[in-house]
């Protein structure tokens, strides 16, 4: 047994009696329950997946239908759930930066807006917001025959926001491609302002330049391609508009909620990493002569954002869970689809809340590790 | 070979020591003797059918059922222990065992059936779906409900057959899926939808809850068949049977005009062999079950007969006025039957 008194031999032989105990314990848990279905009459395993649904999902990119199987609704549920997790993590970190640096001014009534905000939003729950957005702003909105009409070609009502739709997408489809050429030309052109001002120390308007192009080039390309001769334009018929594209308010409302409350702990977690910046690099870098705006930008946000980041990942992580609460107003996400309907419709209680499992984990651990990988890229190089 | 077979068969169940009320064992009937109630999985609140007033005693017709029950096993029908479970929690809560059956608005379906694990027990209410819509909004009939949008809660039987029917007919109409039925009502109520699905009993009882009842209007067009009864789980094949009978008493009871008023004369003085059977003068029906044979005559002594529990909680003498219709004895042109108490 002289092995034993090796410590890195007792700490893998520790290891490896955590994990065969763990695996254990969950083969146990795994074998008693599908024991105990059988016993009880319960139908178990995953064939339900290729069963139809028969469940109507009115908002879905995927163009599901509800002839289609559970496993197409699932994935009609989860890229709900990326949808309004995307956007909101977009809206909320912009909000939250904005906020965040605000209640950082010396402008008094500005810094005490900024911190009243977050302090309201960090002290209510978040499932009274979701359903402040949407009752409230539901009754705020009209009915659909008294719509908000805006040039007779979008409306506004409590079914949603009616937009139309080209008929033919050639035009947006090249609008779509100029977007991609500016993302990466612009990508290009950062690279070489950097490198010139490596080099010369001459600075280039890389922001100016990109406004421009982004305004001019899609239009650029609609004209080009023929902007769509024929749209598929909204209009009422019986009691709703048909036709377009209806923007639903359970996705608004989820998404509004969920940004300006995620927003609120962003806040938070960018003023404690620009606190931390210590008051000389402010100086240093006024005594250099640079202007305010680039001290924020070229100092302490790059110096900040290493402390920002991990609280900023983990609040990334809350938004993309708290998207579930979108059940509570029938936004079609997973939860409401999969672990609702489907669940009920089939009884698959257990099949289904694993499958819910693994997905929710699936997506935190690729943010996480995308967040990681970028915290690490943009680390300073302290010399 | 065969005939060897037979004989020890025979043997075999000849040499078993044999008493006259030897039993299948029913662990559900000895919990609840043990425990002194019956847990009973109800709706959440749907007026009724099971609503829990101010002081939090309930009433509707799922419950008098309960009531039934546990007064033919218990004798006193307020050894009641109610469960509210929502649509989502319903099997999970049957399955596990944490209520000893449910009576509660669920529709009798093959799939259900055939892979919850659960047992459907009878027909206490013979529900048919359809919609509530705003008198404003002139719906006269289903199909006028073309391109609306409709609220309905998930997973209930009302969400398919909704789907269905409009696809079938190749309507197009928008369905909202809420989590909990009252969320679908508050979002119809709201204006986010032009009607809400559901059985017509069960609207009857919503109707009640919205803000102005007589702005809003119930379809009389029935678009399916959605008959709802007790449910048990599978195995204990004992408990199945009691929960069956309790209900068949229930139904035979109004057939055979036995009512609480008069169930005391009828006991004493009834010539029918069925009335003298049922109620425990002759032939020892509860004694098989393992209940007491007062059973039937508790039931309609402390709850009433089918027709009476009817009246009194969706029927003419309720806020709902729900007619009998299919819920009528079959020699009144209904559809409820009981196998003969022989």
Known sequence: MAFLRDRKVRDVLWQAAGAIVLVALVWFFVRNASENMVKAGIASGFRFLWRDSGIEVPFNLTGYKPSDTILALLWTGIVNTLLVSAVSIMVATVIGFTVGLLRLSRNWLLSTLAGAYVEFVRNIPLLFFVLFWYFGVLAALPT????????????????????????????????????????????????????????????????????????????????????????????????????????????????????????????????????????????????????????????????????????????????????????????????????????????????????????????????????NWYNTRHRLVTR | MKFYGFAAAVACLVATPAGAQQLAPSPTLDAVKARGNIECGVHLGLPGFSFANDKGEWTGLDVDYCKSLAAAVLGDATKVKYTPTSVQQRWPILQSGQVDLLARNTTITFSRNATLGVNFQGINFYEGQTFVVRTKAKVAKVADLADATICVAAGSTEEKTAADWFRERNLKVTIINFQKNDDAISAYDQGRCDAYTAGLGALAGQRIKFKDPAEHQILTEIISNDPQGPTTRWGDERWQLIVRWVLNAQIAAEALGITSKNVDEMKAKSTNTEVRRLLGVEGKFGDMMGIGNDWAYNIVKQVGNYGESYERTVGMASPLKLKRGSNELWTKGGLLFTPPFQ
Do not use: H
Not at chain 1, 174 to 194: F, N, P, T, Y
Not at chain 1, 195 to 205: E, H, L, V
Not at chain 1, 264 to 289: K, P, Y
């Open chain 1, 144 to 371: 659909p025959r008294e719509s908000l009409n805006f040039l007779d070609v979008a409306f506004l009502n409590r079914r949603g926001l009616s937009i139309p739709t080209p008929n033919d997408a050639t035009g947006l489809r090249l609008a779509l491609l100029a977007i991609a050429v500016l993302i990466a030309g612009q990508w290009g052109l950062a690279r070489w302002a950097r490198a010139r001002q490596a080099r010369t120390g001459r600075d280039f308007p890389t922001w100016a330049v990109g406004f421009v192009t982004c305004g001019l080039l899609p239009i650029l390309a609609l004209v080009a391609g023929g902007a769509a001769t024929s749209w598929d334009v909204p209009t009422l018929r019986g009691f709703n508009y048909r036709g377009g594209f209806v923007l639903a308010p359970e996705f608004v409302a989820l998404f509004a909620a969920l940004s300006t409350y995620t927003a609120g702990f962003i806040a938070e977690a960018v003023r404690g990493g620009i606190l931390s910046v210590r008051q000389g690099q402010i100086d240093a870098a006024r005594a250099l002569g640079l202007a305010p705006g680039r001290i924020v930008r070229l100092v302490v946000i790059p110096q900040a954002m290493p402390v920002i980041i991990p609280p900023l990942t983990s609040q990334y992580l809350n938004l993309i869970k708290n998207s579930s609460f979108g059940a509570a107003i029938a936004y079609p996400e997973i939860v409401a689809v999969f672990m609702g309907s489907a669940l009920v419709s089939t009884g698959q209680s257990i099949e289904i809340i694993a499958i819910t499992l693994a997905i929710y984990l699936t997506l935190s651990l690729a943010v996480s590790a995308f967040m």
